[in-house]
């Protein structure tokens, strides 16, 4: 029974490094932004039921549709080959 009480506090120390990365990337990208840095996000969310996903693009409104497109399919791309491996 010790052996099962460890794994599970190790699996929730992953868990909570995890949410800490995620959380930090988006700190990041929001200070970008702050700063002027970024014309534009492409992104992709999943919720953690594993129910829904929300895609999206923020843009300002010097950003071409060019532009717009070809980040979504540099983010396709990415997905495609994250799911392969």
Do not use: F, P, W
């Amino acid at each position: 029974m010790t052996n099962l009480v460890l794994l599970n506090s190790q699996r929730a120390k992953k868990d909570e490094q995890e949410r800490a990365d995620l959380v930090n990337g988006l700190k990041e990208l929001l200070a970008k932004a702050e700063l002027g840095e970024l014309k534009a996000v492409c992104y992709a969310s999943i919720a953690t039921d594993n129910e829904s996903i929300t895609l999206g693009i923020l843009k300002g409104g010097s950003t071409g549709l060019h532009e717009m497109v070809g980040a979504s399919q540099i983010l396709a791309d990415a997905l495609l080959e994250s799911a392969r491996n």
